[in-house]
């Protein structure tokens, strides 16, 4: 369990994450607000809590690989990476410019603390899949943490990884659904309802845990519990809000990947506390 000072200590820098990434994603006229804004609690429970990783050599071979999936979130996961001490945090001034290390999304080459290039959607768990296999074989004691969106799950690659995982089932796979119910362009049970996600994985053979993706308690107890449970692969599914913590970006697919405007901005900042 997370003690009470723990807890605090990460829901007060997701409230920096979150009002930063406001910043810079208006600075710079672009990115992902919505997504990004809905997997503040995952990447940073993993990255403070969780994973093994360190950011002074940021490939050593015995580190936990995270995979972020949904790479259009890669403006979170560089705040995340900077705070970690992956980067300087002054570093996210220069989001999608030409030459920066941190492009609109992640790539593996150029970013430290990134273990995968993403953007196209549906291909995460395929490679966290192979990875976790590819460690174990070396006897390494690495996990791989995959985080997916929700409209991701549309991508008929995703259930290709699902049923593999489930025919394989390394143990030291661990994948995290950011369930915030909406995608690009609406409601993820309008543009393809996945119906009960739940028993859908648990058809695959899975082990389904579910929580609070802001809770970073409730996250941190689920990612132990899923070391426990070997004989299955298994999914945690957060349920997460698109935009949380903005009132009107909040379940907003307009949100997905909108510039900031002034006005807008102006909201934002003063609804997650002020400039500091
Ligand atoms: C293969 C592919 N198709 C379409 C897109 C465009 N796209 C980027 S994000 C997104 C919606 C993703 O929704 P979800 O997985 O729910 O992410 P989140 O709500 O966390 O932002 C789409 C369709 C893409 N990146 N890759
Ligand atoms: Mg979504």
Not at 24 to 33: A, K, M, N, S
Not at 203 to 210: D, E, I, M, P, R
Not at 220 to 243: E, F, H, M, N, R
Request: glycine share 10%; aromatic share 6%; proline share 4%.
């Amino acid at each position: 369990m997370m003690n009470q000072a723990e807890t605090d200590r990460l829901n007060h820098l997701c409230r920096q994450f979150r009002k930063d990434l406001i910043e810079v994603l208006h600075e710079r006229q672009t990115g992902h607000p919505g997504g990004s804004l809905s997997v503040c609690e995952i990447l940073t429970v993993l990255l403070f809590e969780e994973m093994r990783v360190d950011p002074d050599h940021p490939d050593r071979v015995d580190r936990d690989r995270l995979i972020l999936s949904k790479g259009h979130a890669a403006p979170m996961l560089y705040r995340v990476l900077a705070e970690r001490g992956f980067f300087p945090v002054e570093e996210l001034h220069t989001l999608r410019k030409l030459n920066s290390r941190l492009q609109g999304h992640p790539c593996l080459l150029d970013t430290p603390g990134v273990d995968m290039t993403s953007g196209p959607l549906g291909l995460g768990l395929s490679v966290g899949l192979g990875a976790a296999i590819g460690l174990q074989k070396q006897g390494l004691s690495s996990r791989v943490y995959v985080v997916l969106g929700d409209g991701e799950l549309n991508e008929g690659t995703v259930w290709e990884a699902v049923m593999s995982a489930s025919k394989f089932h390394p143990e030291n796979l661990t994948t995290i659904v950011d369930y915030n119910g909406v995608q690009l362009d609406g409601p993820t049970s309008v543009i393809m309802p996945e119906g009960d996600l739940k028993a859908k994985f648990e058809a695959f053979g899975w082990q389904v845990l579910t929580c609070d993706g802001h809770i970073v308690a409730d996250l941190y107890d689920s990612l132990q519990k899923a070391k426990t449970i070997t004989s299955k692969p298994v999914v945690i599914i957060a349920k997460t809000v698109k935009g949380k913590g903005v009132s009107f970006m909040e379940g907003q697919n307009a949100w997905h990947g909108k510039a900031i405007d002034d006005a807008h901005y102006e909201i934002a900042i003063s609804e997650l506390g002020g400039t500091d």
